[in-house]
């Protein structure tokens, strides 16, 4: 009886080892982490680095130890890179910790139809980053550099208040809406109590960096100085408007740059809110090594068992009381 029942254990293992490969059966199979490539390092002091790698292995034993893949190779990156400008003054270096949701796929190249792979790509990614909002083409914790060819920063949307932090949009990137093929971008933004390392240009101040910005063009290419007379009389004509009315917060449609034509209610479809750096937001005696605030962006294509699981289970980990704690250390 005992050699029959241990015939019987070898034959099932012997069946379930040779069982077709699933996604279903993938998506159960645990996951593992993976250190990527080293990211870049540019333009940041020995001293530094070695406290900011120090804060990055903070962070990833703050996920790692909360959070267990599933299904899928979590490939984890690190980068330390600024790219200095005259008369940028830099308050914090940048520097990012990134995580790629790579799925366990079955093979169907093998003529072992248990075999699987891990993806080599994803359009699922978690991005944590210090001292850098890269959707706002970007603002670093510095001044904004004597060549940025704009003078102000483009943002989308207002950021609103929630769960303690600041959400800075819900941004389609890629595919369209509520299809398959729909990637989304969730923004956070975590900063020292409630303020914010930007501020907002008033219209006054829009109106006269816009009318600088035409000036200098109208030097170098005279050719177009008679195309280029009736914005310049636009914003003269709206520099003559009442305090109160300059005073309000400027909202402008996206390709407006030295072609003001007016501007538009926030939220108008196709239109942006001029801000830029603010330099009062950071504390200034901290070394550079200090993250003075972070970013964390959820990038996920939505209807994947597994891309929805682990993104899931990643939030949960990702602990934004545990990473405001972390600024200004």
């Known amino acids: 009886m005992r050699h029959t029942t241990f015939l019987v254990f070898i034959l099932f293992s012997i069946s379930a080892s040779a069982q077709d490969c699933t996604k279903e059966m993938l998506a159960q199979k645990p996951g593992t982490w993976k250190a990527g490539q080293q990211g870049s390092i540019n333009n940041v002091s020995a001293?530094?680095?070695s406290k900011?790698?120090?804060?990055?292995?903070?962070?990833?034993?703050?996920v790692s130890s909360n959070y267990s893949p599933k299904g899928c190779q979590i490939l984890y990156s690190k980068s330390y890179s600024k790219y200095p400008s005259p008369g940028q003054i830099w308050i914090a270096d940048p520097y990012f910790y990134s995580m790629y949701i790579l799925r366990y796929l079955c093979d169907p190249s093998s003529g072992d139809k248990s075999k699987y792979y891990t993806d080599y790509s994803?359009?699922?990614?978690?991005?944590?980053?210090?001292?850098?909002?890269?959707?706002?083409n970007s603002l670093y914790a510095s001044n904004m550099p004597d060549d940025e060819p704009r003078g102000y920063l483009k943002l989308d949307q207002r950021?609103?208040?929630?769960?303690?932090?600041?959400?800075?949009?819900?941004?389609?990137?890629?595919?369209?809406a509520g299809t398959p093929s729909e990637i989304k971008?969730?923004?956070?933004l975590i900063t020292y109590n409630d303020t914010l390392p930007f501020s907002y240009l008033n219209r006054r101040e829009y109106l006269l960096t816009q009318k600088k910005r035409l000036e200098k063009t109208m030097i170098e290419s005279p050719g177009d100085k008679v195309y280029l007379e009736k914005y310049m009389k636009t914003i003269n004509d709206y520099l003559k408007k009442a305090e109160s009315y300059l005073n309000q917060t400027a909202v402008c449609m996206w390709n407006d740059d030295e072609r003001f034509e007016g501007f538009v209610d926030e939220g108008t479809k196709g239109s942006f809110i001029a801000v830029k750096p603010n330099m009062d937001y950071y504390h200034k005696k901290l070394p550079k090594s200090s993250a003075q605030f972070f970013t964390v962006v959820y990038k996920i294509s939505y209807g994947d068992r597994v891309f929805d699981e682990n993104i899931?289970?990643?939030?949960?980990?990702?602990?934004?009381?545990?990473?405001?704690?972390?600024?200004g250390k």
């Not at 900011?52 to 703050?62: A, M, Q, R, Y």
């Not at 994803?122 to 706002?136: E, G, W």
């Not at 950021?159 to 369209?176: R, Y």
């Not at 899931?312 to 600024?327: C, E, G, P, S, Y």
């Open 185 to 188: 971008e969730y923004r956070w």
């Open 159 to 176: 950021p609103q208040k929630k769960d303690g932090v600041w959400l800075m949009g819900e941004v389609i990137v890629a595919g369209q």
């Open 122 to 136: 994803t359009p699922t990614t978690v991005n944590i980053a210090a001292n850098i909002i890269s959707s706002l």
């Open 312 to 327: 899931a289970n990643i939030k949960k980990a990702v602990d934004f009381t545990a990473l405001r704690n972390m600024l």
């Open 52 to 62: 900011e790698k120090l804060i990055l292995g903070n962070i990833h034993k703050l």
């Open 47 to 49: 001293a530094d680095l």
